[in-house]
């Protein structure tokens, strides 16, 4: 089975510090995605990466920046936590190549993070 | 751009059905279907690909119009099980020939089933 880990469960911050968000897949996928999720809004793409050291900004890049130093590991950073930027965020990782010609994206449980 | 889904909630006693719908402004190359519990991670349900095809999982089944770019959820006999939120994600037919998996989520559809 895939398992995508984040880091933490829960979180709280305060306004201004610097917020660093982990995600580690343990199936050598490609592709790995942060999401962050809203009440009536779904989930809102951040930023997304298909490669070590490659990333693309998604639909609400603002405020955030990612890192992928390894393939199996993808980091998001707020660079000065809001209050608006709390909310659940979850990270997911697909394959680019899958076997059966055409893969889904798998979820890590979330981190529910809390901006004082 | 989003895609739509309908309804945004529905309620249903067990037993009963539901049809959720999930329509895009784009060309879609794949349609996937995700069923999330409260404070869990959101779950896999299946994929449909371009092509119009129908596909079916136990008493869920999905089929995907590539034509009218919409995509419907089905759910038949419905057990407690199966509440939760639904949500569509779509794939575009990206430039280049990849769009590198990466999807587009509705905003949710929320069923609650009651005994």
């Known amino acids: 089975d895939v398992k995508v880990t984040q880091s933490s469960r829960y979180l709280v911050k305060r306004t201004g510090e610097k917020v660093f968000l982990e995600c580690v897949q343990d199936m050598d996928h490609e592709n790995m995605f942060w999401y962050r999720q809203d009440p009536g809004l779904g989930l809102r793409l951040i930023y997304f990466s298909y490669d070590v050291k490659m990333k693309e900004k998604g639909d609400i890049p603002e405020g955030y920046s990612v890192s992928r130093e390894k393939k199996e590991r993808f980091s998001l950073i707020l660079e000065s936590a809001s209050t608006n930027q709390t909310s659940m965020y979850l990270c997911?990782?697909?394959?680019?190549?899958?076997?059966?010609?055409?893969?889904?994206?798998?979820f890590g449980p979330g981190t529910r993070l809390t901006v004082l | 751009q989003q895609p739509v889904q309908s309804p945004q909630a529905v309620i249903l006693r067990e037993g009963e059905d539901a049809v959720i719908n999930c329509s895009s402004s784009?060309?879609?190359?794949?349609v996937h279907w995700y069923r999330q519990k409260h404070g869990e991670a959101p779950v896999f349900l299946m994929i449909l690909l371009k092509g119009g095809e129908q596909k079916g999982h136990d008493k869920i089944s999905a089929s995907f119009n590539e034509k009218k770019q919409q995509s419907s959820l089905y759910l038949t006999a419905s057990q407690l099980s199966y509440s939760g939120t639904y949500f569509c994600g779509t794939e575009g037919l990206g430039a280049g020939g990849t769009s590198y998996g990466k999807l587009t989520f509705g905003q949710g559809t929320i069923l609650t089933v009651h005994p």
């Open positions: 997911a990782s697909s394959s680019q190549f899958p076997l059966a010609g055409a893969d889904t994206q798998y």
């Open positions: 784009k060309a879609l190359y794949s």
